[in-house]
């Protein structure tokens, strides 16, 4: 192990090539070195040390330790780094790795460059809010990492599309989060529609959450506290700069949390916890509310059952209801979003209109199929008696995965692509970024979906990317 670290770090230094790349060229990673000790060698039930894919975490928040806990299960991954900018939860997920392991040797990393620069790291799971998800994902490309990344891919389509050229640039294995495609009613629902089994497709309808949802439990709290303000609000959406209420939220932000880094290339803005850890995904400055929240899952479905993986809409019409703009929690919580998509496709994203069911609805001329996170139904009854089509129906066989990490790790082995990567994960984003352009400028849009452009309007076409705060700066 050490001799063929040592050879492969030299080697890299000339050539670019991660521990991983090096060991599959060379066709080391078969064969287990005779100084690795017994336990290393797999007598625990792991597979040998040198052999395990060697994995950092960042992003210890509401995802990134359920990712975690999925590798720390899997016998062929060893995670030895995690990463965070806040104490609490580093410390948190050094402690979950080290007793999983019964060791010591997770090592804490604050600035998430330090973690990439690691030449032993093969492979990294990011699990940061969207407006990271651009400057992380490229910083692990760049160091020569397969990256499991989260939803959507990016905060804005051209950080998507530099994510899409890196993982190509730089050969990489990509997995985004977008785990339904992993679980079995979601397959079969797409299978399905992809068989024409509800004959031609004409309309889909893709369901999504409404309103603002206290996941972290810092909202509440933080309305009970300005209840003797003048004014007091009912709500968070509310909430403006200027007003005893604001006043009242703003505060020092807590010593364990860097919260300048934590704003990276975002603008900075006074500290109100309510819209830090977890709800950051209310305030368009960080995050993009639950459109963006949500696309990344129930459009991933629906492009899927379409076979539209690398396809989208040309014509986009977004209407929202905005919380003033500059109000704590400021994302739209009721939008609906109609979409023009080849072959004579209608689709309708919306969230908060009882019209659209949650999940995502396929509707063709002999039928329609809805699936939803537990729950599958068709018009067609004898879809609704089985689980799985009959192996003469599966003219086309869609990609089957039944656990999301564990197909990323096979796939970081086999070379062969996951079952959501990079490009797949880009294109179901889209249809969500342009609703929530169309939506912010109020008009109508065409889209260029081969070209990736925005058609005859600057101004739409101005919010495909958006400004970095200095020093940041996305480079692939
Ligand atoms: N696939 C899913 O079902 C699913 C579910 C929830 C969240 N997510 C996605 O996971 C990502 C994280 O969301 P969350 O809800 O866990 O957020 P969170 O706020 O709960 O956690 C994010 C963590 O990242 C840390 N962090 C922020 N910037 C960092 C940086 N530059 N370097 C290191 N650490 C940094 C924060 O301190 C925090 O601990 C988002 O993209 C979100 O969309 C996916």
Not at 357 to 374: C, E, H, L, M, N
Request: hydrophobic residues 35%; glycine residues 10%; contains cysteine.
């Amino acid at each position: 192990m050490v001799n063929i670290q040592r050879h492969m770090n030299q080697s890299s230094k000339q050539s670019g090539l991660t521990r991983r790349h090096f060991l599959a060229a060379t066709g080391l990673a078969a064969v287990a070195p005779t100084f690795i000790p017994a336990s290393a060698l797999g007598a625990n039930g792991k597979a040998p040390a040198s052999e395990r894919i060697v994995m950092g975490v960042v992003g210890w928040g509401m995802q990134g330790p359920g990712n975690t806990a999925a590798f720390l299960n899997e016998k062929d991954c060893q995670v030895v780094a995690a990463c965070d900018l806040d104490t609490r939860h580093l410390g948190a997920a050094v402690n979950t790795v080290n007793s999983k392991y019964g060791n010591k040797d997770c090592r804490p990393y604050h600035d998430f460059r330090e973690l990439m620069a690691r030449t032993d790291i093969d492979a990294v799971m990011l699990a940061v809010p969207d407006t990271w998800h651009a400057l992380v994902a490229t910083e692990a490309l760049r160091n020569g990492k397969d990256v499991y990344g989260e939803k959507p891919l990016a905060r804005t389509i051209a950080e998507q599309q530099a994510i899409v050229k890196a993982v190509k640039k730089y050969n990489a294995i990509w997995q985004t989060g977008s785990w339904q495609r992993s679980v079995e009613n979601f397959h079969y629902a797409a299978e399905i529609v992809r068989n024409g089994l509800i004959g031609k497709i004409s309309r889909v309808e893709v369901g999504l959450p409404s309103g603002h949802y206290d996941f972290a439990g810092t909202g509440g709290p933080l309305l009970k506290r300005l209840a003797d303000v003048p004014g007091a609000p009912k709500d968070l959406a509310q909430v403006v700069p200027g007003t005893p209420a604001w006043n009242a939220a703003v505060t020092q932000p807590p010593p364990e949390l860097d919260y300048d880094f934590w704003t990276g290339p975002s603008q900075m803005e006074p500290y109100i916890e309510a819209r830090v850890h977890m709800n950051w995904r209310w305030n368009y400055n960080v995050g993009g509310g639950q459109l963006l929240d949500w696309i990344g899952h129930h459009c991933d479905i629906a492009h899927w059952g379409l076979g539209f993986d690398d396809n989208g809409p040309h014509e986009i019409d977004g209407n929202g209801e905005f919380p003033p703009k500059n109000a704590i929690w400021n994302t739209s919580p009721k939008y609906r979003i109609e979409l023009e998509y080849p072959d004579n496709i209608h689709m309708t994203i919306a969230g908060g209109y009882s019209d659209i069911r949650s999940g995502t609805k396929w509707i063709g001329d002999q039928g329609w199929v809805w699936v939803d996170r537990g729950g599958f139904q068709s018009s067609i009854q004898k879809f609704n008696d089985m689980s799985r089509l009959p192996e003469d129906l599966r003219k086309v066989k869609l990609y089957y995965s039944r656990n999301h990490q564990h197909n990323f790790l096979e796939c970081v082995r086999s070379r062969k692509p996951t079952i959501a990567p990079a490009s797949t994960a880009h294109h179901s984003a889209t249809p969500g970024h342009l609703g929530l352009i169309s939506m912010l400028t109020g008009r109508k849009l065409r889209w260029d979906v081969k070209k990736e452009e925005i058609l005859g309007d600057k101004e739409a076409s101005k919010l495909l990317s958006r400004p970095f705060r200095a020093p940041w700066k996305l480079t692939v």
